[in-house]
């Protein structure tokens, strides 16, 4: 039998994906390098691996922050023809599983990349628009800083500071400075009005695959915690300021932790190359990293369900079904609609 393995899972995406599966009546194991997992493997060592793991597991990758990855793990699942669905949302690590697909295809592995709200959630976002030949695509996300700030996630964050970003420009993969520009945008109550800043996403390389007129592709983040915006602004600008808000990042989490925002979201603006635009929201009050893992939720069940699975490199908009998906947030009462004009 299988066993459903969730690296990292004693961290928040970890924890966040062992209850979701267990409302589908999944069992699964958490896997770290804490004693207090099920199992103690780390994903950056390849003894660790063939120690601990074995061909048939199922493996859940939510060990981030993904930007700072190697491809250990990978090499390992090709090696052993393993199932591996992932969670990252880093292009550096999109574009080097991607570049693996044709060792990942002849291996009869099964790898699912950037199975999250990038990429998933952003396919299904075009997908149920409606719109065939989409322009330009951007995103918007204001995380519930006060139950996910997490030390590793704000050091990804500060280290985009004034930094070069990727994105798509003019159908090109393009490089900006991160934080350097912001937009506005209308989000559902409690959030409301969003001041978000630049990021770098993995949808800017992923998504042009299945929607290759794409030109524009942005992400922009609001830290949805009191003051912080203009702070990181500052950081932007100082160097001295930046590398303290890194040394001091897990002080900072815990500060987030007590005066963050309880609601998130992420919001969406598709344009299509007639001009048509359609605005696309999903805010919660609680659990916001629902929307997160339930792209996983819904692959992994596909997996044990679906017999003479077509393996190999498979990215979220050609493997998920974008009905299945719609239809596991509506049963569980995660909120995805358009935005009334």
Known sequence: ??????LGGLGGFGQETLKALSEEGIQALTASRSAQSDLQVDVEDANSLDST??????????????QNRSTTLLNWVIEHRASL???NDSLTYAQQVYNYRSS???????????????????????????????????????????????TGTARSLIRSLGHEVWCRQKGQLRKKRGWADSKRFR?????????????????????????????????????????????????KQFPPLRFLLYKFAGLGTKLARLVGSQASGIGYRIESHSGEIQEWASVSTQGGQR?????VVVALKKILTQDNLHRGYRCPQEFLDPSELQAYLTKKEIPLAPIEA
């Not at 039998?1 to 969730?6: A, D, K, L, S």
């Not at 800017?204 to 949805?224: C, G, H, K, T, V």
């Not at 929307?291 to 792209?295: F, L, S, T």
């Open 85 to 87: 669905i992932d969670i």
């Open 1 to 6: 039998m299988n066993r459903i393995i969730i």
């Open 104 to 150: 990942i295809d002849a291996s009869g592995a099964l790898v699912l990349n950037s199975f999250s709200t990038v990429s998933a959630i952003s396919s299904l976002i075009i997908q149920l628009s409606g719109i065939e030949r989409p322009h330009s695509f951007a995103s918007f996300l204001a995380p519930a800083s006060k139950h996910t700030a997490r």
């Open 187 to 235: 989000m559902p109550p409690p959030l409301n009005l969003l001041h978000a800043y630049r990021f770098e996403s993995a949808d800017a390389f992923l998504l042009p695959l299945s929607w290759p007129e794409l030109q524009d592709i942005d992400m922009f983040i609001d830290s949805n915690t009191l003051g912080l915006n203009s702070i990181l602004c500052l950081g």
């Open 53 to 66: 793991l074995r061909q048939d597991d199922i493996l859940i990758d939510t060990v981030g922050p993904f």
């Open 291 to 295: 929307i997160a893992v339930a792209p």
